[in-house]
């Protein structure tokens, strides 16, 4: 009798042990497919282009960003914004609103004027499972009326690129990268040409395909 309680028991243990595994396993698998199957955006930038002055209307700040989803599920971008701090002083950071996306192709056509023909409003975008979309947005100021023109002066420029998307309740910081503005691209800025600080470090293989056959981006180290 006692023989088979012991058995009995030693069933029991073995029967509670593969419970455990199965439930173990099944949490795993949950886990992984809730994972595999999560909206994840990313955000690809580093580029930053300072369109000509004269069509501008104030200083803006033109980048090419690529957002990759790297989950099978899909979702929407609601929200983007860029943050500009100059030499570290972040009591004087400045927030800059996307206010438009730019078609590349026409802008280059047009002789790199920013015109009606080549700007559309930014808006929320869905980005499918698995995919990537390119886009240029131009960025400005989002307090123009409240506060004064800002001035570009040579200095360090810190660019700190924030978004929104899928059920995220607050922004996230993406992305952060500095650029220096020397005397000469002021220079160039005042001339009404078009002024780029381009980050060499970065790969954006799908922005600059988008414009495959049309030189926006000048020449250099790894272009």
């Not at 700007?119 to 947005?137: N, W, Y």
């Not at 001339?191 to 780029?196: F, R, S």
Request: charged residues 25%.
């Amino acid at each position: 009798m006692c023989n088979a309680a012991r058995a009995f028991n030693r069933g029991m243990d073995w029967l509670a042990l593969l419970v455990s595994l199965l439930a173990l396993a099944l949490a795993a698998l949950a886990l992984y497919r809730g994972r595999a199957f999560a909206f994840a955006p990313e955000i690809l930038g580093g580029d930053v282009i300072l369109p000509r002055s004269s069509t501008a209307g104030g200083i803006k700040f033109l980048l090419p960003l690529q957002f990759v989803n790297a989950g099978y599920g899909g979702g929407v971008v609601h929200w983007i914004a860029l943050r500009l701090t100059v030499d570290g002083d972040t009591s004087r950071s400045l927030l800059l609103s996307p206010v438009a996306e730019v078609d590349m192709q026409s802008f280059l056509r047009a002789k790199r004027r920013l015109e009606t023909e080549n700007v559309e409003p930014f808006t929320s975008f869905a980005l499918d499972g698995k995919r990537a979309l390119a886009k240029f947005v131009l960025f400005e100021p989002a307090e123009q009326r409240a506060a004064p023109a800002p001035r570009l002066r040579p200095g360090r420029y810190a660019f700190e690129l924030f978004y929104k998307a899928g059920t995220m309740r607050e922004p996230r910081r993406e992305r952060a990268f500095e650029h220096v503005l020397e005397q000469k691209n002021i220079e160039q800025y005042e001339a009404d040409e078009t002024v780029y600080l381009i980050n060499y470090q970065i790969s954006l293989p799908g922005v600059r395909r988008e414009v495959a056959g049309l030189e926006w981006i000048p020449r250099g180290r790894g272009a």
